[in-house]
């Protein structure tokens, strides 16, 4: 059976790109897309950038017809700014709005954004109701299993929220003091799954590294789909990956050097494209050693690629990774 957002059909068991602060810009987007992932959203927005207009905000509203379905992902502590941020964003044209509230970085959840909702469900309720109001488009969120051990109240956040219209919840299988640390535990997003009540898609996220992982969990959880966050950087062929071992029980050969060659080749150019020269180069300098990960001897061009300033410099030094190591192969 499809999944469905609103009248967004997602296919039978989707895999979303989580929205990644400084790594789901539009060129990530694309390499995940190639390879498989069913719906992505922006970086998360701040409500406040957009009202005030700030360049670095507005940039992340753009969206290409090639990424659809996508989801323009937004955050803040203000009700009434999040209801103008959401009209914003809806004019941006997306398929969909989400409001995160699971960020648990200090400078967004102690500024009442984010995870820190938490601690205040009428409030949360508040917003999202403001939001859903704001738009035409459906409204999902994103959301951990509480503030810390003592507070996981996601279950009753996930129906009041139901109650007043989202369309779909995805939930990190963390609380906010944990951060990114411990193990994900998702017993309390199978629990929410069950529940009668609960009608819109549920989807699990934290710690989906492996196919063989997402199999199990996908079994064990129940959830409707899942989102990949972390271990898509640099490595956008686990959507690949996970759907083949779904389709067959066998793991798919991982990528040869010729491919991450290519998909890092792909990302830069619209990197660049996007960013423009100068900044494009830069920007890309934190995902070579992700692409590469793993591959022996490496280091001598991980400095390379890191201090090259021109595109032909990059080009000159990928042309060098292939054959250094396609002859190390022969």
Known sequence: MSVQIGNIDL??????????????????????????????????????GLIRDAAKSRQKLDIFEYERPI???????????????TEISTQAGPDLIDINYGCPVKNVACRGAGASLLQDIDKMVAMTKAVVNATHLPVTVKTR??????????????????????????????????????????????????????????FGNGDIDSPEKAANWR???????????????????IFREVKHFFATGEKLQGPT???RIEVCRTHLEKSVAWKGLKTGIFEMRRHYSNYFKGIDHFKEFRMKL???????????????IAIHYTEEMA
């Open 11 to 48: 296919g039978e068991f989707p895999l979303l790109l989580a929205p990644m602060e400084d790594v789901s810009d539009p060129p990530f987007r694309y390499v995940c897309k190639q390879n498989g992932a069913d719906m992505m959203y922006t970086e998360f927005i701040s409500s406040e």
């Open 71 to 85: 989801g323009i992902q937004i955050f803040g502590s203000d009700i009434e700014h999040m209801r103008k941020a």
């Open 145 to 202: 299993l509480g503030w810390d051990d003592n507070t996981k109240n996601v279950y009753e956040v996930a129906e009041r929220l139901q109650d007043i219209g989202i369309k779909a919840l995805t939930i990190h299988g963390r609380t906010r003091a944990q951060m990114y640390k411990g193990v994900a535990d998702w017993t309390l997003i199978r629990e929410i799954k069950r529940n009668p009540r609960i009608q819109i898609p549920i």
């Open 219 to 237: 079994l064990e959880y129940g959830v409707d789909g899942m989102m990949i966050g972390r271990a898509a950087i640099g490595y956008p062929w």
């Open 257 to 259: 050097i010729a491919e």
């Open 306 to 320: 890191v201090s090259a300033g021109t595109l032909e410099e990059v080009e000159d030094i990928l042309n060098q």
